[in-house]
């Protein structure tokens, strides 16, 4: 059974950071193909930034320079470094195995002053 569980969401001010964290377990343990998604309210779900077993990075334009995706194999771990967060970075975050498919629960993020 494959499980993604994420972390690290909460309230921030402009300017701010953040570190989210997904946990895997299950067949997604290889961490072979992974990516951190976005939906804010009355928008579609958008790919924000995806990491490859190889090590190939994908960022969306609109985090490139402020937002770092990572993992750590070991930790069966993925993690997404937000800085320089914006209001419109405001949504629900959530894990994803695009190998297989899996999605984790999702996680809020809101930047506020």
């Known amino acids: 059974q494959v499980r993604l569980v994420e972390s690290g969401g909460g309230l921030v001010q402009p300017g701010g950071s953040l570190r989210l964290s997904c946990a895997a377990s299950?067949?997604?343990?290889?961490?072979?193909?992974m990516g951190w998604h976005r939906q804010a309210p009355g928008q579609q779900r958008e790919l924000v930034a995806q990491?490859?077993?190889?090590?190939?990075?994908y960022y969306a334009d609109s985090v490139k320079g402020r937002f770092t995706i990572s993992r750590d194999i070991a930790k069966n771990t993925i993690y997404l470094s937000m800085n320089s967060l914006k209001s419109e970075d405001t949504a629900v975050y959530y894990c994803?195995?695009?190998?297989?498919?899996?999605w984790g629960q999702g996680t809020q993020v809101t930047v506020s002053s």
């Open positions: 299950g067949h997604a343990r290889n961490l072979r193909l």
């Open positions: 990491i490859s077993s190889s090590g190939n990075i």
């Open positions: 994803s195995d695009d190998l297989l498919g899996y």
